[in-house]
């Protein structure tokens, strides 16, 4: 489409009109419109009824992320780390199933995403004990993470078709059915004695009761945040190590940064909790990699509602009318992600493509001979930039350092061939894999 309609194009999809446009120069124009011309809400409205049948009254989503912006960063974002830390130790360490100095089989897709969801889960919505080293509350916590996860990835396999409201009749019945299991595993009043709550956690809750919701509507509303915050970052992980375990080279470059900044595998326990924000931070190569991937993986669509008839006016002068009732999308996976315009071999994976000589962050990227402002958008941008971000990231980097720091890890099969991406996922996000990877992995010789 792009090749025969150039960067902006209108397309007729399920009975509406929707404008794409595909020129990063001109991202700004739409992430900045006034919300009284291009509107996300009615949108996201939309979604959370299809999806998780949440009907929120006066529901705006930029107030709500501007409410708990703080409650995952600064000093919060320190406490989220620490706790991460102790849930990942606890799934991938202190599990007996885990540890064995024999080789154990695994698909990497679901290692990576049970990992990160059941640590993400407990670390946002709370323990079973107050203490992160009890042995007993350790096992509670396996055993009920474990339990979310079974049920959310059931639910996950359907998600795309609701959203996009093609769900058989039998497979209506079966995600009505998980849902409803989820939310008894996720009521509030089953949340209320956990401990360790976040502070995410207390404040979501609370802004719920200040809009008037009740607790029925609230415990929905815990489901569309554990998939809002929990859903992405396992498949990054999948798919960062996928690569790392393809290429020798850059594996061997993240793994010569790790033990330039965490030092010896022999750390304690309280050690590998006590890392520092200023160490996760002085990750060049890891960054590097984790932005590759980001670029090469995520793919979310931008949308805005068109709320009126209006003339968009992109920087090089060109105006195009919009009508009333249309969708505006931006799709940055197409580009800049995947622009050759902009990226050398954009569909191969380069760890150092980020970087500079002298091994700081590379950010100076070049289209139709201007600079980008966006050459990368797999947090979004704009009002609605992911604000879960450096929690996010602390957290994949302390789940692949934990799995390469103390396990052996390889492809069963070397020569894997990297997996297809599962189409239904384009927009929502990380995509995923088609078919899962096989992996060998065992905890290393201390």
Not at 218 to 242: E, I, R
Not at 407 to 421: A, C, M, N, S, V
Request: hydrophobic content about 35%; charged content about 25%; some cysteine.
């Amino acid at each position: 489409m792009r090749k025969k309609h150039g960067d902006i194009f209108t397309i007729q999809a399920a009975g509406k009109f929707v404008t794409i446009l595909l020129d990063p120069h001109s991202y700004d124009v739409v992430l900045w419109e006034p919300r009284s011309k291009l509107d996300f809400n009615q949108y996201a409205r939309l979604l959370m009824d299809r999806m998780f049948d949440v009907k929120l009254p006066d529901y705006d989503p930029n107030e709500e992320k501007t409410m708990l912006r703080m409650t995952l960063q600064n000093q919060n974002l320190s406490s989220l780390t620490k706790a991460m830390s102790f849930n990942l130790w606890n799934i991938l360490l202190s599990d007996p199933s885990r540890t064995s100095l024999h080789w154990k089989e695994d698909g990497l897709f679901h290692l990576c995403y049970s990992t990160m969801l059941r640590a993400g889960y407990l670390t946002l919505y709370g323990n079973e004990g107050k203490d992160y080293e009890d042995v007993s509350g350790q096992a509670k916590d396996r055993a009920n993470s474990l339990e979310i996860y079974n049920e959310f990835y059931k639910l996950d396999q359907l998600l795309m078709k609701a959203a996009r409201s093609i769900l058989s009749a039998g497979e209506k019945k079966t995600f009505d059915s998980i849902k409803r299991d989820l939310w008894k595993l996720l009521s509030v009043k089953r949340l209320d004695c956990r401990a360790n709550r976040s502070v995410w956690l207390d404040s979501y809750k609370q802004h719920l009761v200040d809009l008037g919701v009740d607790e029925e509507m609230q415990t929905k509303a815990m489901l569309l945040q554990l998939w809002s915050t929990q859903s992405n970052a396992g498949p990054a992980v999948f798919w960062l190590l996928f690569f790392l375990l393809k290429h020798p080279s850059a594996m061997a470059a993240v793994e010569g940064e790790m033990q330039t900044i965490f030092g010896s595998r022999k750390q304690t326990i309280g050690q590998v909790h006590g890392i520092s924000q200023e160490k996760l931070d002085n990750t060049p190569i890891f960054n590097s990699v984790l932005n590759e991937t980001l670029r090469l993986t995520a793919a979310p669509f931008i949308s805005r509602e068109v709320l009126q008839d209006m003339l968009l006016t992109l920087p090089d002068c060109r105006e195009y009318h919009l009508r009333k009732g249309d969708r505006l999308c931006l799709f940055p996976y197409v580009s800049p992600q995947m622009d050759p315009e902009i990226y050398e071999e954009p569909e191969k994976f380069k760890y150092n493509r980020f970087l500079n000589a002298d091994c700081t962050e590379k950010t100076d990227f070049y289209k139709g001979g201007r600079k980008l402002k966006y050459y990368t958008m797999p947090w979004g941008a704009g009002i609605n930039v992911c604000i879960g971000k450096f929690h996010a990231v602390n957290s994949i980097k302390l789940c692949v350092f934990l799995l390469l720091r103390y396990f052996d890890l390889e492809l069963k099969h070397p020569d894997t061939k990297i997996p297809g991406f599962d189409k239904e996922r384009y927009g929502f996000g990380m995509l995923q894999p088609e078919t899962d990877v096989v992996v060998r992995y065992k905890l290393k010789d201390q």
